[in-house]
């Protein structure tokens, strides 16, 4: 049997791979309904603000991108569990072009629900750290 840290690895490396390849549905499936985004400078966001702005992403010319979560801790407490870690992420604009890289930290905090580990809230830290050619 798997243990939860493992199930929750899983989660994260999941998204990671949904996101380089624009699967909204995907990444979709591992966000509870009730998730909460927390981004400097901008508006807090419900799982249908951040639907509608990664269908808007992976639609048409939609920038590339690839990333790198290196998960610093995880901790379980029942159906709950946080997690920490610094998340590299580098937006490549379409046809090529100059990337851009933002790096930081991340605190977020899954729910079980029907036995699967979901993201419900999520503060993000990311600051631009260099260009890229």
Same mark, same amino acid.
């Given at each position: 049997?798997?243990?939860?840290?493992?199930?929750?690895?899983?989660?994260?490396?999941?998204?990671?791979?949904?996101?380089?390849?624009?699967?909204?549905?995907?990444?979709?499936? !591992?966000?509870?309904?009730?998730?909460?985004?927390?981004?400097?400078?901008?508006?807090?966001?419900?799982?249908?603000?951040?639907?509608?702005?990664?269908?808007?992403?992976?639609?048409?010319?939609?920038?590339?991108?690839?990333?790198?979560?290196?998960?610093?801790?995880?901790?379980?407490?029942?159906?709950?569990?946080?997690?920490?870690?610094?998340?590299?992420?580098?937006?490549?604009?379409?046809?090529?072009?100059?990337?851009?890289?933002?790096?930081?930290?991340?605190?977020?905090?899954?729910?079980?629900?029907?036995?699967?580990?979901?993201?419900?809230?999520?503060?993000?830290? !990311?600051?631009?750290?260099?260009?890229?050619?």
């Amino acid at each position: 049997m798997r243990s939860d840290e493992d199930l929750i690895r899983e989660v994260v490396s999941n998204w990671m791979e949904a996101t380089k390849t624009h699967d909204v549905q995907g990444i979709l499936r !591992l966000i509870t309904d009730d998730a909460v985004f927390l981004v400097p400078g901008t508006q807090v966001m419900r799982k249908s603000d951040f639907a509608a702005a990664a269908r808007s992403q992976a639609s048409g010319k939609a920038p590339t991108f690839d990333g790198k979560s290196e998960i610093q801790e995880i901790q379980v407490s029942g159906d709950w569990a946080f997690m920490w870690s610094k998340l590299t992420v580098v937006s490549t604009p379409p046809g090529g072009g100059k990337s851009t890289t933002r790096s930081g930290h991340t605190l977020t905090v899954f729910h079980r629900e029907g036995g699967r580990w979901l993201l419900a809230r999520d503060a993000n830290l !990311l600051a631009p750290v260099g260009n890229e050619g």
